[in-house]
């Protein structure tokens, strides 16, 4: 249920239907039969010895004293009433058998008058605390031939309960309630406050801390959670220090290996050792920015319009002799930072290229979003793949050929900086051959 979505809630919801059992118990306690016959004996008839009492009663008073007897027998937890014969037959009621273990007693004590016994359809008249709650009405007929009828109701103790007792158990159980959900909010919210806070350090490393507050409990786990937000960060801003160390290095090493490489004598083979080391500063430069990106190191964001951003690429791409066709449409402006948005545009557009030959570009406004497609009529990709492409490494293509493909960052990332914007890559097979790469952006 999505009401009990929450902890405070549940713990409402537990306490709540503690103290109502508690309220229900003693109802029950109240109003139900004694086991041994003893006591105040609810919604039961009396026993043949007090049925025989009230009725020698009845026939030993004058007739002006009846109604005085009779509203001392009417009283309690047996309605009594006078009447000139047996009472029809109540519909959800049958005669009792003379076999039953407790019939006996009321024949053998009633013996010589007339009279009748009905019970529940399907109950029986039981010895020990006889008559039991199946039996509903006892009629005997009077020496002057009026018949008294005996009939079970519940107690006035138990009136009062679901009366008068009932508005204060529902006062009671209102405040209760209330005092519940203020104790249950003051000691969850400091949950959802820590909630909050690691899912803000999930989307950036730099977040503030956890004010510690609450209970000695939730101080603790706040606390264990700074700790562990301190460590983590640490150890990312180590990673990336060391991948920009290597990388400096690195670089020193391809700037003398270019130069050396003017030196080779095959023009064909230094064209080509040139571009090897072209690729190599390629990747180094694509392996630190992903991890920038996964540390949360990006740039700021600020609106930016897209469509004139999509201008530039395909006027740029135009030059180098790629097809790129970018579909009208009215202009979008996006929150992101204008160098990821390149980057990002740039990355997508090398892959449709590659894979695709002609790619259409499309931006539009959907549910409040920035959507930008990068759409080709490539292959495309199995369902399989398409799940962890945008893993970091992972190729579409099987080989690890560099002249068929990158190294595998180019969609990771695309998708780390989306992710860094509060944004999405989504990739899909498109109808009829080719593959959709939306980058999802939030509107400025």
Request: hydrophobic share 45%; net charge positive.
């Amino acid at each position: 249920m999505a009401l009990l979505d929450n902890l405070s809630s549940r713990v409402a919801a537990i306490l709540l239907a503690g103290l109502t059992t508690l309220l229900v118990l003693g109802a029950v306690l109240l109003i139900w039969p004694s086991g041994n016959g003893g006591g105040v004996r609810f919604y039961q008839l009396p026993q043949p010895v007090e049925a025989m009492a009230m009725v020698e009663a009845l026939d030993a008073s004058p007739p002006s004293a009846r109604p005085a007897v009779m509203k001392a027998l009417d009283t309690g937890v047996i309605r009594a009433s006078l009447a000139a014969d047996f009472p029809a037959t109540l519909r959800r009621a049958r005669p009792a058998d003379a076999r039953d273990p407790g019939y006996a007693a009321y024949a053998r004590v009633l013996a010589g008058r007339d009279w009748r016994i009905e019970v529940l359809r399907g109950g029986r008249l039981r010895d020990g605390y006889m008559p039991g709650r199946a039996a509903l009405r006892l009629s005997v007929r009077l020496k002057d031939g009026s018949v008294l009828t005996l009939r079970r109701r519940a107690p006035e103790a138990a009136r009062r309960y679901l009366g008068r007792i009932t508005l204060a158990c529902a006062s009671l159980l209102a405040v209760t309630l209330l005092m519940i959900m203020m104790a249950v909010h003051q000691t969850t919210r400091p949950v959802a406050s820590l909630a909050q806070a690691v899912a803000r350090f999930g989307d950036d490393l730099d977040a503030a801390p956890l004010p510690q507050g609450g209970p000695r409990e939730i101080r603790e786990l706040s606390g264990a959670f700074n700790t562990m937000r301190g460590r983590i960060r640490g150890l990312v801003d180590e990673r990336t220090r060391m991948l920009a160390a290597i990388a400096h290095d690195l670089r020193t090493y391809l700037t003398r290996l270019t130069l050396r490489a003017e030196f080779i004598a095959d023009p064909e083979q230094r064209t080509k050792a040139a571009k090897d080391l072209s690729e190599m500063s390629q990747l180094l430069d694509d392996t630190l920015l992903f991890a920038r990106q996964e540390a949360g190191r990006g740039e700021g964001a600020r609106p930016v319009e897209v469509r004139r951003e999509l201008e530039a690429l395909v006027a740029l791409r135009a030059e180098m002799g790629q097809n790129l066709t970018l579909s009208p449409g009215a202009p979008v402006t996006a929150l992101v930072s204008p160098v990821a948005l390149r980057r990002m545009l740039n990355n997508l557009a090398d892959n449709a290229v590659a894979y695709g030959g002609a790619v259409t570009l499309e931006v539009e406004v959907a549910d409040g979003e920035a959507r930008i497609a990068v759409l080709d009529r490539g292959p495309g990709l199995p369902d399989a793949t398409l799940a962890r492409v945008a893993a970091p490494f992972e190729r579409g293509e099987g080989s690890r050929n560099r002249g068929t493909g990158g190294a595998g960052l180019g969609l990771s990332i695309v998708q780390a900086l989306a992710k860094a914007h509060n944004g999405r890559l989504v990739l899909a097979n498109r109808e009829g051959g080719g593959l959709s790469a939306t980058v999802v952006l939030p509107t400025a």
